[in-house]
């Protein structure tokens, strides 16, 4: 059945002319039975046919097609070619034309001509047997289905016009959402590998004074010495790691940064970063759980911008006496993160996808960030209300 409405869709032409073959066919009978003389009936059929092929090329030239009936209605009245089932034609077209909407003139010719129709028929054709007001009821009566038609074809083109403008403009704003999401990507990637390239600075630097000291004490004190070169092959390893990630984010182009680096949080600044919230008079509650230990560099960055953000959508869409609590987890093998509030939450197109509709690029950093480390997050309304969000950040770095 679909297909069969998709190939008449695509035939529209092919659809008003079996239409006009079913007009044709009654109003062939009408002309041959109802008119009297041979040039009557030629007359007749005349009209019929040229009535029929209106309506097969209406969609083609409606424009045209409404002077052709409207030329065949003076015909009518010119040749007492009397009202008959072909004049159905005439509805058809003024639809057709109300629908187009363009030119203006066709339409309002279609209105008028629709308008006129049934009174001139009358005078014509006087109705035997009837009253005045008779007369003026009925004439009426027949004007209302011409009326009707334009309403409808006007109705239905200001419809199409509607849908047509809500398309382009979900078409638009799609594109406006991918082009801001792309834009939070590219702006959360450099920030990410401006600060990885912070992280790594420290470790070279940190394996810089180290070589130093070990080149100093390698005469005087070996065991110093060793214990330093240590130091540099964990901190090099470290680094490499870093970089690695640091791969998948760099930027594209010029490459300079304007501005001072300052040093990267970590997670003992966390505690620091829940008192300042507090202060702002959000009650944060915060635990931390299991045996604390020395973090990656990486993972302790990402840790804190997760709660970072975190606190700042529990405040921004939380409400204004939303409580929130912080939990750090240390595993064996990773460092779990809950952040849970009781507020009202966010939307869902602020966490689907990290943020589908170009919105929520907070949670488009934080998944960022969770996938540079290896790790997973979770994001969403919990259970009673309120917003969850969980990380599980591994504290190996993978090699």
């Keep these: 059945m679909q297909r069969l409405y998709a190939f008449l869709r695509r035939h529209p032409t092919g659809v008003d002319a079996f239409w006009a073959v079913v007009l044709l066919g009654?109003?062939?009978?009408?002309?041959?039975?109802?008119?009297?003389?041979?040039?009557?009936?030629?007359?007749?059929?005349?009209?019929?046919?040229?009535?029929?092929?209106?309506?097969?090329?209406?969609?083609?030239?409606?424009?045209?097609?409404?002077?052709?009936?409207?030329?065949?209605?003076?015909?009518?009245?010119?040749?007492?070619?009397?009202?008959?089932?072909?004049?159905?034609?005439?509805?058809?077209?003024?639809?057709?034309?109300?629908?187009?909407?363009?030119?203006?003139?066709?339409?309002?010719?279609?209105?008028?001509?629709?308008?006129?129709?049934?009174?001139?028929?009358?005078?014509?054709?006087?109705?035997?047997?009837?009253?005045?007001?008779?007369r003026i009821f009925f004439t009426v009566v027949l004007s209302v289905p011409f009326v009707l038609?334009?309403?409808?074809?006007?109705?239905?083109?200001?419809?199409?016009?509607?849908?047509?403008?809500?398309?382009?403009?979900?078409?638009r704003l799609e594109k406006e959402r991918e082009a801001q999401a792309k834009v939070a990507v590219a702006a959360e990637r450099a920030r990410i590998a401006r600060e990885l390239h912070d992280v790594v600075a420290h470790n070279v630097s940190v394996m810089v004074v180290q070589a130093d000291g070990a080149a100093y004490v390698l005469d005087a004190a070996p065991d110093q010495a060793k214990q330093a070169l240590e130091t540099i092959s964990s901190t090099g390893r470290q680094a490499l790691a870093e970089m690695r990630r640091l791969l998948g984010v760099l930027r594209t182009g010029d490459a300079r940064e304007s501005g001072e680096y300052v040093p990267q949080p970590d997670v003992q600044q966390i505690e620091d970063l829940v008192e300042q919230v507090r202060k702002t008079g959000t009650t944060v509650d915060f635990k931390i759980e299991g045996t604390a230990r020395p973090l990656p560099s990486g993972v302790e960055l990402t840790a804190y911008r997760i709660v970072q953000e975190a606190l700042t959508n529990s405040r921004k869409h939380g409400g204004p006496d939303v409580g929130t609590s912080v939990r750090l987890v240390y595993f064996d093998d990773g460092l779990g993160l809950l952040v849970e509030d009781d507020g009202r939450g966010a939307t869902h197109e602020m966490y689907e996808d990290g943020g589908a509709d170009g919105r929520g690029h907070g949670l488009i950093g934080m998944r960022e960030r969770v996938g540079m480390v290896g790790g997973t997050l979770d994001a969403g309304p919990r259970p009673g209300g309120g917003f969850r969000i969980s990380a599980l950040l591994p504290l190996k770095t993978a090699h």
Excluded: C, H
Aim: net charge positive; glycine share 6%.
């Design 149 to 171: 038609a334009w309403v409808l074809g006007d109705s239905m083109r200001t419809r199409r016009a509607y849908f047509d403008q809500l398309e382009e403009r979900a078409s």
């Design 26 to 134: 009654p109003s062939s009978l009408w002309a041959l039975s109802a008119q009297t003389g041979a040039v009557a009936r030629l007359t007749a059929l005349g009209v019929v046919l040229l009535y029929s092929l209106a309506v097969a090329l209406r969609r083609i030239s409606p424009a045209r097609t409404l002077l052709l009936v409207v030329a065949l209605g003076v015909v009518q009245l010119a040749l007492n070619v009397k009202v008959n089932p072909a004049d159905f034609a005439m509805l058809v077209i003024i639809y057709t034309v109300s629908v187009q909407g363009r030119p203006r003139w066709a339409s309002r010719l279609a209105l008028i001509g629709g308008i006129l129709a049934a009174p001139l028929a009358q005078v014509r054709w006087l109705m035997d047997g009837g009253s005045v007001v008779t």
